[in-house]
């Protein structure tokens, strides 16, 4: 539990640090959160813990791995890159 808070502190504060970043991360939020997130517990607006699982067992190889702040911020990179339309390097 406290391995996976610090791993989300860390990607937020990595985020946080790069407002080029931060349209991308909202997108991103927004994107992944499910739709009618309000009619399911926990009730809150977060991503499907399923789908995290899966994300992370096709990155990491473990669906128990934490998500890595470049990890993160590489994917933010991409989608700010996909969004503009514009052809990136990675």
Known sequence: MIRRLRSWVA???AVLVRPVL???A?????RLVPSRWWTRRPFV???AGDYLRF??????GSE???FAPQDVLK???WIRTWDRGTPGDG
């Open 64 to 66: 128990t791995a934490s």
């Open 22 to 24: 931060w349209r991308a």
């Open 55 to 60: 994300r992370k067992e096709a990155y990491y």
């Open 26 to 30: 909202i997108v991103a939020y927004v």
């Open 45 to 47: 607006p977060v991503p």
């Open 11 to 13: 990607v937020v504060l």
């Open 75 to 77: 994917y933010l990179q």
